[in-house]
């Protein structure tokens, strides 16, 4: 039902009836009705309650598996290390001369498919890794 409630402005205006279109009728379309008629009508029947379920406990996500690793060469389409840790990963970047020389995938569990990482998680990456001397480059 409607949760109207009424204010009369005076007294004349208190005593006349508000009448409200009621629209919880059997296929009939809907009825005007005063307002007190739809306030004092309860759907409820005596004695006929709802139990109230018990409150779940929390239930506690499994602890997520570290994330697995895959760097490939872009050229030579060669592996360069296969399910290995961030630390891994990173280990492999260093062998790189660039960014754009390698293409790095993260293991995804529940599609079970490496998926490729973005450019920006790909350079999350390669920041962690040891800048190569001048020695070891030549």
Not at 4 to 25: A, G, H, I, S
């Amino acid at each position: 039902m409607a949760n109207l409630e009424y204010v009369p402005k005076d007294e004349q205006e208190r005593d006349r009836n508000v009448w409200v279109l009621e629209t919880q009728t059997k296929g009939t379309g809907a009825n005007m009705v005063p307002l007190e008629r739809t306030q004092k009508r309860s759907d409820a029947v005596p004695g006929f309650g709802f139990r109230k379920p018990a409150p779940r406990a929390p239930e506690q996500p499994a602890p997520r598996a570290p994330y697995r690793f895959k760097i490939a060469d872009v050229m030579t389409c060669a592996v360069m290390a296969e399910d290995v840790d961030a630390r891994g990963a990173v280990e492999a970047l260093e062998d790189a001369r660039s960014i754009v020389d390698v293409i790095a995938y993260v293991w995804e569990p529940e599609a079970e498919r490496w998926r490729m990482l973005t450019f920006a998680e790909t350079r999350a990456l390669w920041d962690r890794r040891r800048e190569p001397t001048a020695r070891s480059r030549s």
